[in-house]
């Protein structure tokens, strides 16, 4: 069991033998081996253009602050600074970028920014692949059963709920005391590093903190710490679709994982493909510029798609709902006209 979920990102696809085996749909392998190149060019496009647009809405939200447009600009800051959370996952599977350094070094920045430590969440991820919405196993995959509303439909709309388990695993691990999740999956010949990245990222926090003591002005902590809080809510909308209200306990991700058509700037710029979930977690070694080809090659085989962000909102939030009351509750999915349950 150890040996299962310690495990590299890049091969998930190899079960241990005594597991069950994750479902997989049928793909000639010309087809998936040309799908999985990993190219620099489609990487730089996607990273420059989401850091570009970040860079510009924080120095329009720097030139409005003490005015009322403050308000709309940082929430547009927020909102895009946000989905940091979704590009750590991306580049620490290595298929962003042919490069692995690259891949690596907006990596450690997307976590520094989105304050999830790199080595406990490289190895977090991991086990979320290895056991996707498994009950009391995955961390990652809102997998609580039944799930709890206030927490999926208020603290973790304004990132209440997310901030807290940082900082407190932050802290824990600064101290060098384990959290139980990183005991559960975090290999020991990691944990110093872990521990070492754990205290930078609170030594840069305090610091922000006395900056903004020292000149009088929340300005700081507006453009690093905060955005994880105010301009969380359309990422946590998105990340909802993901696995929520599907089945747990499954060894098939067409039960537990979703596919949304999303917008060129919601999907593709801020949120990296992920979109195409099921896919993702199908074959995680297909780089994000490639999901939507893999899509029409393998959707003959999976349940038919979402379409766009409400459509799936009014799917998603009814089954929690449902859930809360009967944990045993979820949406069941179909292919043609044949259930998977």
Known sequence: MTKYLYQSIENLEKQDETMPKWYRPK????LLKKLSYRSNGPAWINTILYFGILFLSGFVAYLSWGTWWAIPSFFIYGTIFSFNAARWHEYGHRTVFKTRGLNDFFYEISSFLALVESIQWRWSHTHHHSRTIHVGIDYEGNADRPPKLFNLLFLDLFGIRFIYYVLKDLSYHSLGILSQGAKDYVPEAYHSKMMRNARLYLLFIIFLIYISFIFGSFLPLMFFVLPNLYGRTLFHFIILLQHDGLKANTWDHRESSRTVHL????????????QYHLEHHLFPQVPFHNLPKLHEAIKHQLPPANNGLINGLIEVIPAIIKQSKDPNYFIPKTVGNSNLS
């Open 263 to 274: 917008n060129f700037i919601f999907g593709y710029l801020l949120y990296f493909n992920m």
């Open 27 to 30: 793909i000639d392998s010309k």
